[in-house]
C-alpha cells in the first residue's frame, strides 16, 4: 500500500511574519519563556521595565529550567545511589577525616585535571556518601558520571568477554568523565576479573576521573586481586596526582541498629 503524497512546503517567509512571539518561542523549543511571556510582559509594563530588560529576565529564566533539566537527566543517567550532599555529612563523626581535602574535591579541580579520589576506611563512615555527593556536584556541574558498584562492574566486563563485546564495554566504562566506583575490596576478585578491572582504570588513567571507595588499605589489595602487579599497578594509577581521604572511627549503621533495638 503506497503512502499518501506529501504535501509540499509553506511558504517560511509568510508563515514566519505571521507568527507571534510565543509562537516563535516554541518554534525555538523555548517552551517555558513562551509559557512565561505574558506573565512577565504584564509585570515588565507595570514596573515600566524595558524590553531588554525583559528578554534578559524572561531568557534567564529559559535557561535556569533547561539547566535545572539537564542536571536531572544527567542524574538519572549516572545511577548514583543513593543520592547524597556534602551538607548532609557529619563531619564530626568520624574519628578521623581530612575535612579541607574534601572540600579540595568538593571543587571538582580533580575532574578538570583528570586525576582521581579514593576514599578509605571501615563500612559504615560516609565513603559511599562523600562520594555520591562529589558525583552529584558533577552532574550538576555538567559532567558525564557514572555510579558503579565494583562487583557489579566485574560482573558486566565478565559478561562482556564471554559475548565477544568486551571492547564496547570498556569503552563504555572509559567514557564518562567521571566513574564513581563502590565498594572496593568487599569481595575479591579472580585473575580474569583482576585484570579485566585493571583495563578500566588503565582506559581511564589521565583521560578522565574515577572516585573510588575501599574498605582496604592499599598494602592489603594484593589479597583482593590474587594479583599483587595488578593491584599495584592499579593502586599506582588512581594515587597517580590524585586526592587520598582517610577515614577512621565507628560504623554509624552500628549505631543505629542499637537505636533501632532500642
Same mark, same amino acid.
Given at each position: 500500500?503506497?503512502?499518501?503524497?506529501?504535501?509540499?512546503?509553506?511558504?517560511?517567509?509568510?508563515?514566519?511574519?505571521?507568527?507571534?512571539?510565543?509562537?516563535?518561542?516554541?518554534?525555538?523549543?523555548?517552551?517555558?519563556?513562551?509559557?512565561?511571556?505574558?506573565?512577565?510582559?504584564?509585570?515588565?509594563?507595570?514596573?515600566?521595565?524595558?524590553?531588554?530588560?525583559?528578554?534578559?529576565?524572561?531568557?534567564?529564566?529559559?535557561?535556569?529550567?533547561?539547566?535545572?533539566?539537564?542536571?536531572?537527566?544527567?542524574?538519572?543517567?549516572?545511577?548514583?545511589?543513593?543520592?547524597?550532599?556534602?551538607?548532609?555529612?557529619?563531619?564530626?563523626?568520624?574519628?578521623?577525616?581530612?575535612?579541607?581535602?574534601?572540600?579540595?574535591?568538593?571543587?571538582?579541580?580533580?575532574?578538570?585535571?583528570?586525576?582521581?579520589?579514593?576514599?578509605?576506611?571501615?563500612?559504615?563512615?560516609?565513603?559511599?556518601?562523600? +562520594?555520591?555527593?562529589?558525583?552529584? $556536584?558533577?552532574?550538576?556541574? *555538567? @559532567?558525564?558520571?557514572?555510579?558503579?558498584?565494583? /562487583? =557489579? !562492574?566485574?560482573?558486566?566486563?565478565?559478561?562482556?568477554?564471554?559475548?565477544?563485546?568486551?571492547?564496547?564495554?570498556?569503552?563504555?566504562? +572509559?567514557?564518562?568523565?567521571?566513574? $564513581?566506583?563502590?565498594?572496593? *575490596? @568487599?569481595?575479591?576478585?579472580?585473575?580474569?576479573? /583482576? =585484570? !579485566?578491572?585493571?583495563?578500566?582504570?588503565?582506559?581511564?588513567?589521565?583521560?578522565?576521573?574515577?572516585?573510588?571507595?575501599?574498605?582496604?588499605?592499599?598494602?592489603?589489595?594484593?589479597?583482593?586481586?590474587?594479583?599483587?602487579?595488578?593491584?599495584?599497578?592499579?593502586?599506582?594509577?588512581?594515587?597517580?596526582?590524585?586526592?587520598?581521604?582517610?577515614?577512621?572511627?565507628?560504623?554509624?549503621?552500628?549505631?543505629?541498629?542499637?537505636?533501632?533495638?532500642?
Amino acid at each position: 500500500m503506497s503512502s499518501s503524497p506529501r504535501s509540499p512546503p509553506p511558504n517560511l517567509t509568510h508563515d514566519l511574519s505571521s507568527l507571534s512571539l510565543e509562537e516563535v518561542l516554541r518554534a525555538l523549543g523555548l517552551e517555558y519563556a513562551a509559557s512565561q511571556l505574558d506573565t512577565m510582559s504584564g509585570k515588565a509594563i507595570a514596573r515600566n521595565e524595558s524590553p531588554v530588560s525583559l528578554l534578559n529576565s524572561l531568557m534567564r529564566e529559559q535557561l535556569r529550567v533547561l539547566t535545572e533539566a539537564r542536571a536531572k537527566a544527567a542524574l538519572r543517567r549516572a545511577a548514583i545511589f543513593p543520592l547524597t550532599t556534602l551538607d548532609t555529612y557529619d563531619f564530626n563523626f568520624p574519628k578521623l577525616i581530612d575535612r579541607d581535602l574534601v572540600m579540595k574535591a568538593a571543587t571538582l579541580d580533580f575532574v578538570k585535571d583528570k586525576s582521581n579520589v579514593v576514599f578509605i576506611g571501615p563500612s559504615g563512615v560516609g565513603k559511599t556518601h562523600l +562520594a555520591n555527593a562529589l558525583g552529584q $556536584l558533577a552532574c550538576l556541574r *555538567g @559532567y558525564r558520571v557514572r555510579f558503579v558498584v565494583a /562487583a =557489579d !562492574l566485574v560482573n558486566d566486563l565478565v559478561s562482556g568477554q564471554a559475548k565477544n563485546t568486551l571492547h564496547r564495554r570498556l569503552t563504555a566504562w +572509559a567514557a564518562p568523565d567521571l566513574l $564513581l566506583i563502590d565498594e572496593l *575490596g @568487599y569481595l575479591s576478585f579472580d585473575a580474569r576479573g /583482576a =585484570d !579485566l578491572l585493571y583495563q578500566v582504570f588503565n582506559k581511564r588513567y589521565q583521560r578522565a576521573s574515577t572516585i573510588v571507595t575501599t574498605n582496604l588499605p592499599f598494602k592489603d589489595w594484593g589479597k583482593l586481586f590474587h594479583n599483587s602487579a595488578a593491584a599495584s599497578a592499579i593502586a599506582d594509577r588512581l594515587v597517580h596526582k590524585g586526592l587520598l581521604v582517610r577515614i577512621a572511627g565507628k560504623s554509624r549503621r552500628s549505631d543505629q541498629e542499637v537505636d533501632n533495638a532500642a
